[in-house]
């Protein structure tokens, strides 16, 4: 059986599962929508650029180290995705993108991610539903 350290309950893996949908559906949104321009330290978008560049550095340092943390292949998957993810974000705040290469790739990591992260609380419903046989024994 596959140990998960963070996603260790299906709660957890309901709560991953739907921040993933939320990002990837932002991650479509902006993909259609916008095309970023590149950061600019000077200028009236300068603030709202570096609260943005502050903020993916955060989220991508943050799933970097729980990637480090989890145990499990199917654990360490989804968290790459999502780093990965984050990264690619980082990378179009900082570089722009002109022709939605980045985007697009955000997009692709994140259904990914989604379908690891369903994978996940599949496993967590599976062993939900044979614990009680397996305590009867």
């Known amino acids: 059986m596959e140990s998960f350290s963070i996603l260790n309950s299906r709660k957890r ?32 978008k300068a603030t709202s650029g570096l609260i943005l560049l502050t903020i993916y550095v955060i989220v991508t340092t943050v799933l970097l180290m729980l ?4 145990d499990c292949t199917k654990e360490k998957l989804y968290f790459a995705l999502c780093a990965g ?5 980082l990378v179009r705040i900082v570089m722009g ?9 955000r997009v692709l990591l994140l259904g990914c991610a989604v379908l690891v992260g369903m994978l996940i609380l599949r496993t967590h419903s599976l062993r939900t ?9």
């Open 13 to 44: 893996a309901i709560v991953a599962l739907v921040h993933s949908i939320i990002f990837l559906a932002v991650a479509g949104i902006q993909a259609v929508v916008s095309h970023a321009q590149p950061l600019a330290v000077h200028g009236s």
């Open 67 to 70: 990637l480090k943390a989890s």
């Open 85 to 89: 993810s984050a990264s690619f974000g």
């Open 97 to 105: 993108d002109q022709v939605l290469h980045v985007n697009v790739m």
């Open 129 to 137: 539903q044979l614990q009680p046989e397996l305590s009867g024994d």
